[in-house]
């Protein structure tokens, strides 16, 4: 068994300038922990990193060499890597026939499931070095059933399977790999179906409560 993690831990929260991995660094940060925002959106991320007292990367999840340099920043600044919140995600609003945009169907691959599997790859030899750690990956309840974001859903199903075979590899080294799967949360992945889904009468979450 692995000794508990003293604090502060060290966090590296992907897609953390906005919306739910907002939130998680906000609750990191208001615990003590070191954070590592990392995201394209450099005025949110500095915006965020400046009120929480985290340091922001400006990272793309789907090139591998960002998320090796998300790491390595996070190693070199605060000395280690406890937790890495792989969270980076965006609709992939095509559909099939005339619909279908191979550009973006493979954009919005390489950041929902690639940015999660390169994400992965870059922490596990530091979270293996220091004897342990977390990783946790925003999945959704689209990875759990069908959606009309069909390619999003494919992505987040793929997340589900990768979750738990990753941990199988990752458990003799004390690292635990689990999959948040939230439902319809009040993000910008939903805001142009906040109406339709109030009128079926299905709750839209705070980001706080996914946090």
Known sequence: MAEPIARPRVVLV?????????????RFAEAGDHVVIADTDGDRGAELAGATGSLFLRTDVARPDDNRDAV??????????????????????????????????????????DGVVYGANAALPHLRAQGGGAIVITSSLAGLAPSPDMYYSAAKHALIGLTRSLALHTHPDNITVNAVCPGFVDTRLVVSHRDAVAALGLAVAHPDRVA
């Open 14 to 26: 992907t897609g953390g300038a906005q919306g739910i991995g907002a939130a998680v660094v906000r």
């Open 72 to 113: 390595a920043a996070a190693v070199e600044r605060f000395g280690g890597l406890d937790v890495v919140c792989l969270n980076a995600g965006v609709p992939g609003g095509i559909s099939l026939g005339d619909d279908f945009d191979p550009e973006r169907y493979r954009q919005a691959m390489s950041v929902n499931l």
